[in-house]
């Protein structure tokens, strides 16, 4: 059984950093393009960063280039999110997901965590 199990999100002010870690159980992790996504409440959920599977190539969504970088380890089987420069806006429920490829439409993703809350104060 596959299970994608999130960690490290809480309250954080603005200007703060994050990092959130995505324990993954049932799968080939490093044959998994893996992404994390991100819903505000009464919103879509969004694309924030995808990684190849062996870590090297990664894509960011436009609102988090330059603050925000996805990594992974495949001896862990564990994906992880940087998030520094943290603003209102990100405040959001954090999911990560899996993918046979690195991708950015939610479509492409097969398994998906629980999700953690990330919450910026201003």
């Known amino acids: 059984q596959v299970q994608l199990v999130e960690s490290g999100g809480g309250l954080v002010q603005a200007g703060g950093s994050l990092r959130l870690s995505c324990a993954a159980f049932?799968?080939?992790?490093?044959?998994?393009?893996m992404g994390w996504f991100r819903q505000a409440p009464g919103k879509e959920r969004d694309f924030v960063a995808t990684?190849?599977?062996?870590?090297?190539?990664?894509y960011y969504a436009d609102s988090v280039k330059g603050r925000f970088i996805i990594s992974r380890d495949n001896a862990k089987n564990t994906l992880y999110l940087q998030m520094n420069s943290l603003k209102s806006e990100d405040t959001a429920v954090y999911y990560c997901?899996?993918?046979?490829?690195?991708?950015?439409?939610?479509?492409?993703?097969?398994?998906w965590g629980q999700g953690t809350q990330v919450t910026v104060s201003s």
């Open positions: 997901a899996a993918s046979d490829i690195a991708a950015a439409s939610t479509r492409r993703y097969s398994y």
């Open positions: 990684i190849s599977m062996l870590g090297d190539t990664t």
């Open positions: 049932g799968l080939t992790f490093s044959s998994r393009g």
